[in-house]
Each structure stands twice: as C-alpha cells, then as structure tokens.
C-alpha cells in the first residue's frame, strides 16, 4: 500500500471514532487507545505530522 493510501485509511479510520467520541459511545481515554493501535497498523510513528 502507498504511503499516500495508508494516511487516507488512516485519517478516515480515526474520523469514525473522533465522531463516536462525539456522540459519547467511546472516551477520550478509548480514542487514545484506539488511535495508537490504528497509527501503528498504518506504519505512523508517534511523532508523524498526521497524528
């Protein structure tokens, strides 16, 4: 997959969940969680400017 790929499912994976964070499904401290298993699996390391 191309890194260009990887940010899109990235970024579109973590607007889901920033929306659940909203509608108050998962907290801040889940979205945390989740958001650092999602960058991993794209390949983001911690300090990417996508993060």
């Known amino acids: ?3 260009e ?5 990235y970024t579109v994976a973590l607007t889901v969940f920033r929306k659940w964070l909203a509608e ?3 907290t ?7 958001e650092t ?3 991993e699996k794209y ?3 911690s ?3 996508y993060r």
């Not at 790929?5 to 499912?9: D, M, Q, V, W």
């Not at 801040?28 to 989740?34: A, C, G, P, S, Y």
């Open 1 to 3: 997959m191309s890194k």
């Open 5 to 9: 790929r990887t940010i899109i499912h």
């Open 24 to 26: 108050g499904i998962i």
């Open 28 to 34: 801040e401290e889940e979205l945390t969680k989740i």
């Open 37 to 39: 298993i999602i960058a």
């Open 43 to 45: 390949g983001l390391s």
């Open 47 to 49: 300090c990417s400017i």
